[in-house]
């Protein structure tokens, strides 16, 4: 039922104040009469949301900080659209009958709860919010095979390899190899990274426009380390199915190897629009405004394989998605505040993957958690992190 694309695919943006989000309503404003912004969520962000709904006019706003509802001014919000606020508020429309397809761009752990809900009430769904995945990767899959919810990544990685899978059959893939670009420190070593890193030229990435926090994980390639994760859960496979090659161009955004040796990639600029619009019209592809090769030009495409003494955090990524269980929901967390104490500078670059694995080593492993159990340790592993020093390592 799900896997249908309707004639009109009417959408609910969670986080849609955000990088994702923006680029999804750039998305469906290029295809309007075929895709409907009808909910809009953000957290905080009224003033911008109340002007993305002028915009689009949907039936519902949601702000998840319901504190927010004291500093809102009066009837900045369009008439027809009803706001609601708190997290209830987003896992509402996420299961609402007149939404279709649930886009979830919400950044880390948080996003989990409204795609949940989705999933729940078996609506497509576009995974933008790797952490999902990360954190619950077995019960959202348990969940999705029971309700029927069609799940397509927007990871630009995992998108391309959803994508290639299409031209073979998944009993006949024999591996896949996410690429990554390597961030502003590609190429730098353990000594040079310690020294030199400093937030500014983490902040600073070479080929993507994305929001802070997973512009930090990308310079660590903490960001590839979920994304292997995530990739672990979302097309079922082992650890060494998985590889990881450095790619700086972000042209090709995946391999998917095939048992007979072919290798199939997606390529395209780097743009989140496309596998965006791609969540929203599979099986489709629609022409649109999304940047395209520049078949006219010269184009160099480099691989390398990443160095995992330098960026350990991609050892952690690899060791997570084989010991699974409560070990994702741990590295999310830590990994989420490791992030806010590196930019509000009480934590060193080098120090965010070391005290991640003290953090992940510590924890009372359990190999099938209940979502419960995983929100705890959540919980129990931000608190870890606010209060690890660097004398525990030593
Ligand atoms: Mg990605």
Known sequence: MSSELPDLNRIAVLGATGSIGTSCLDVIAAHRGRLQATALTAHRGWERLAQQCQQHQPRFAVISDSSMRDQMGGNVFPRGTEVLFGPEGIEQVSGHPEIDTVVCGIVGAAGLRGAWAAIESGKRVGIANKETLVVAGPLVMELAAKTGSVLIPVDSEHSAVFQALQGGRRCDLKRIVLTASGGPFRGWSKERLEREVTIERALAHPTWQMGPKITVDSA??????????????????????????????????????????????????????????????????WAGTIRRLDWSQSHQLDFFPPDLDAFPALRLGFEVAKRGGTCGSVLNAANEVAVERFLDGSLKFTEIPQACGDILNGHNFDAQPTLAELLRLDEWARKEMQQWKSSQSI
Not at 234 to 246: C, R, T
């Open 220 to 285: 660590s390639m903490m960001n590839k380390a979920l994304e292997v994760i995530e990739a672990r859960w979302l097309f079922n496979l082992v650890v060494d199915e998985i590889g990881v090659m450095i790619h700086p161009q972000s042209i090709v955004h995946s391999f998917v190897e095939f048992v007979d040796g072919s290798v199939l990639a997606q390529l395209s600029p780097p743009d989140m629009k496309l596998p965006i619009q791609y969540a929203l019209t599979y099986p489709e592809r």
